[in-house]
């Protein structure tokens, strides 16, 4: 359970025309361009480390300007990060991504790749990014990814010279694709993927560079680009009425989660790229120049090139289906084509054409948009031959069944057949949840065994139907997975993938239970029916020391989709502890330990992951002093929610209610993180804010970003804040100052209040500040000078300024203790009479 279910601070509204799942259909003009795509057999390979990383504009100018095929490798998902449109944060935060990156390739007209390494945060430096990822694994899938795209080129979006200048993992993907670039024609390295593909050598190899790589537009303008081949990415596309880098900005706006949504831009605009290694160009302005890109290119080509040439020279964009003759007479001859990369590749594109010149409808709806094993669901099918030609459907074939279903009825021009069927979800089918998250990941590393599944963008779909036909005498067999269509009286017909998913599954309300004395709390889990008829029973898996009852409590749930809430109450142990629980759901004698999660958005298809269902549960030993906590929200963090669970009063202060009166309530004065960043009228409120310290109140001010601060007193005296952050969550904390109160009131501090935290220990620390504060703690990076900024205290008038850079937004859900421990001290600060805060 990944997902924190608090409260989301941003709201993010967007308008998106097309629905995501949709089946694609082709008006000719797409027809068109599919037909000149088929008649190119060359292919580019774009990589980079992170969904966004990617250069639309220039893979939208290979694939739909080049037309040659180009995929994007993203070595990670892009777990790391932010999201700005939901809660969904880590796997589930990759999950979307990934979904994001498919979007942006159904809009530039490229494919999706991936690597197994888990992007785990920042990195400032290639070396520390090797160290996390595993470096041989990722390396393989590079090479794989090589193996079985097989491109002539391979371009990096980023520099493999410039370690430290950009994130590491940029740096990473960059050094990667130049050793693979070497090592995927070699037998000897990485042998067990030779038993699925063949070794492989791309031409050659480009870095994708711009004036950011040179600092200024002026230095790239004065660089020397004797190595470097440029192209007019603003080409006009009239069957698109559309400029490829309008169209490269469409296919970056799909990349809502991180704010992507973007003006589109049109005209000529040049993009370079720098030769690297590979092949010398023969010429300088075909980045393909000595390769044969023709159907002259594989044997036996050269007959279905001219039957295609001939189409895409006559296309007929009144009537496509026209063509279908001699389309049917180049996939007969295609199928005789030795080449099986190029033959699998152009099959199916070119089955693709034949279809979509037919107008060929092939639709399988199950009525309900999931199922779970063992159990029964009703398809809808639709067959439909929108075109004159001879049509006959023979027989169509269910994935779930041994044999297929002999139809041999003659498809009549627009005349619609509809056909029902029953199908079981077999006992053994797999859940539909994306592959990766199947097996426990490490920090750096997904565990994915299959060598089949590493680097497929998603878990290939388990139920589908084979429509086996006969298209003016050529046997051709067009695969549809099965989906779920429906309609909302507010959206019109939508449709969403079929899934299988357990027959019951579990979740709990929190993420983690704080618990702050040794009093019991109410844990509630929420069981969800996969299908009808639930009877069962919930028993709760915690660690030693904790107890919780009742033992079992009676789950009953009539309909599939239902949920039953039930309660167990939980008692913590006397001192310090904490551990994982997990609700398990027995029906029919076997147990679930799953939780569903549904992630639906406009943008993207529905998707649904599941995850093992725990929650992490703390005992604190925690003293606190005053309970009374104003917040002052920024860009959103869950730091209020995470207080309340340890039992302090926190009220949320809108900023227009900022008075003097107001702030003398409380005990404290919290600040989210980046509000000096986002919150316009802090510049009008933080007088009242420095007067309530003047006046004996304490204010915590959590992280801001040192660029764009609101106010020029941020603080009472000089403060500069700057870049420096400490990545590494275990990097090691000394203690300045051991006996300053803050760090012995009401709890005493010490270096075990360090251990556990997650993700990184701080950023954008201050880096000079004016005598009256007081350095407490100092940390550093490995290599790196001791930043000593992550928590800066001073006296001001009677109370206290606090300035702290330290991630406590990151390990309050985490539940890390020593988070909760200090930070309850910088809200004590100041209350205890016998240890007044030094000035
Ligand atoms: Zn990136």
Redesign the pocket.
């Known amino acids: 359970m990944y997902q924190f279910r608090l409260c989301l601070l941003l709201v993010f509204s967007t308008i998106v025309s097309l629905q995501a799942q949709q089946p694609k259909t082709y008006a000719s003009s797409e027809i068109y361009e599919a037909v000149q795509k088929l008649n190119v057999l060359g292919s580019v390979l774009y990589i ?3 969904p ?2 990617e250069n639309t504009r220039l893979i939208s100018y290979m694939s739909n300007e080049v037309k040659a095929r180009t995929a994007y490798l993203s070595l990670t998902r892009g777990d790391g990060g932010q999201n700005l449109i939901g809660p969904e944060i880590r796997e589930l935060l990759g999950v979307i991504r990934t979904q994001e990156l498919l979007a942006a390739r159904r809009v530039d007209g490229g494919e999706q790749r991936f690597t197994r390494a888990n992007d785990f945060g920042y990195s400032k430096h290639p070396d520390e990014t090797l160290e996390i990822w595993n470096k041989d694994e990722v390396l393989s899938d590079v090479v794989w990814a090589i193996r079985e795209f097989k491109p002539d080129i391979i371009i990096n979006r980023f520099d493999h010279r410039t370690a430290g200048r950009t ?1 590491g ?2 740096t990473s993907s960059a050094m990667l694709s130049m050793e693979a670039f070497d090592l995927a024609n070699d037998a000897t390295k990485y042998p067990s993927q030779l038993t699925l593909t063949e070794t492989w050598q791309p031409t050659r190899l480009f870095f994708n560079t711009s004036w950011w790589f040179y600092g200024s537009q002026e230095k790239f303008e004065a660089a020397d680009k004797s190595n470097m081949l440029n192209f007019d990415i603003g080409v006009y596309y009239p069957t698109k009425g559309m400029s490829n880098n309008e169209l490269a900005s469409l296919a970056s706006s799909q990349h809502l989660c991180q704010g992507f949504g973007r003006l589109s831009q049109r005209g000529s605009q040049q993009e370079y790229i720098e030769y690297l290694k590979g092949e010398p160009l023969e010429n300088n302005d075909d980045v393909f120049s000595g390769i044969d890109t023709s159907w002259n290119r594989i044997e036996g080509g050269a007959a279905i090139g001219n039957i295609m040439t001939a189409i895409e020279n006559n296309f007929n964009f009144v009537n496509p289906s026209m063509h279908l003759p001699q389309l049917l007479e180049a996939y007969k001859l295609l199928q005789n084509v030795k080449n099986e990369h190029w033959k699998t590749i152009k099959t199916k594109e070119l089955k693709t054409i034949i279809e979509a010149c037919a107008g060929l409808y092939l639709e399988v709806s199950a009525q309900n948009p999931h199922a779970a094993p063992n159990t029964d669901v009703g398809l809808k099918m639709e067959v439909l031959n929108r075109s004159k030609a001879n049509i006959t459907l023979d027989s169509y074939k269910l994935s779930t069944l041994q044999n297929g279903i002999s139809k041999q009825m003659a498809l009549p021009a627009n005349q619609r057949l509809n056909f029902d069927e029953n199908i079981n979800i077999p006992n053994n089918s797999n859940y539909t949840t994306p592959y990766w998250l199947n097996t426990q990941s490490t920090l750096g590393m997904y565990s994915v065994t299959d060598q089949n599944l590493i680097g497929l963008p998603e878990t290939p779909r388990a139920v589908f139907v084979d429509f086996n036909l006969m298209i003016e005498g050529t046997p051709i067999t067009i695969t549809k997975p099965v989906i779920h269509r429906y309609s909302k009286p507010d959206k019109g017909e939508l449709y969403r993938p079929f899934e299988i998913i357990p027959v019951v599954s579990a979740s709990l309300s929190n993420e983690v239970y704080i618990f702050d004395n040794d009093q019991q709390k109410e844990i509630e889990v929420i069981v969800r029916a996969g299908k009808n008829n639930i009877d069962g029973f919930v028993q709760m898996a915690y660690p030693d020391g904790w107890t919780v009852f009742p033992d079992k409590q009676n789950v009953s749930i009539t309909n599939k989709g239902d949920i039953q809430k039930v309660i167990f109450t939980m008692i913590p142990p006397k001192n310090q502890n904490e551990g994982l629980i997990t609700p398990m759901v027995n029906v029919d004698g076997e147990f679930y330990t799953d939780e569903l999660i549904e992630i639906d958005y406009e943008h993207i298809p529905f998707q649904t992951v599941l995850i093992p269902s725990e929650s992490k549960v703390v005992r604190l030993n925690i003293k606190k002093a005053g309970t009374n906590i104003g917040y002052i929200e920024g860009a959103g963090d869950v730091v209020p929610e995470s207080l309340r669970q340890i039992g302090y009063n926190v009220t949320i202060i809108p900023p227009e209610d900022i008075s003097p009166e107001n702030l003398s309530n409380f005990d404290a004065i919290v600040v989210g993180i980046r509000a000096y960043n986002i919150v316009e009228a802090l510049k009008f409120k933080q007088k009242y804010l420095l007067d309530y310290v003047k006046e004996g109140g304490n204010l915590v001010i959590q992280y801001n970003t040192s660029r764009g601060i609101k106010v020029d007193n941020l603080a009472p005296y000089d403060l500069k804040l700057s870049r420096d952050r400490v990545t590494d969550e275990n990097a090691l904390i000394r203690i300045l100052e051991p006996n300053h109160p803050i760090l012995n009131f009401p709890n005493k501090i010490g270096i075990q209040d360090f251990e556990g935290w997650v993700q990184e220990r701080g950023l954008y620390f201050p880096n000079e500040w004016a005598d009256e504060f007081t350095p407490l703690l100092a940390s550093n990076d490995k290599g790196e000078s001791s930043k000593e900024g992550a928590l800066l205290v001073a006296k001001y008038g009677k109370g206290n300024y606090i300035y702290t850079g330290l991630s406590f937004f990151r390990e309050f859900p985490a539940g890390v203790s020593g988070a909760f421990r200090l930070f309850a001290n910088l809200l004590a600060a100041g209350k205890d009479d016998k240890m007044p805060l030094k000035n």
Request: hydrophobic share 25%.
């Open positions: 980079a480390a992170h966004d990383d994130h993992h940029h």
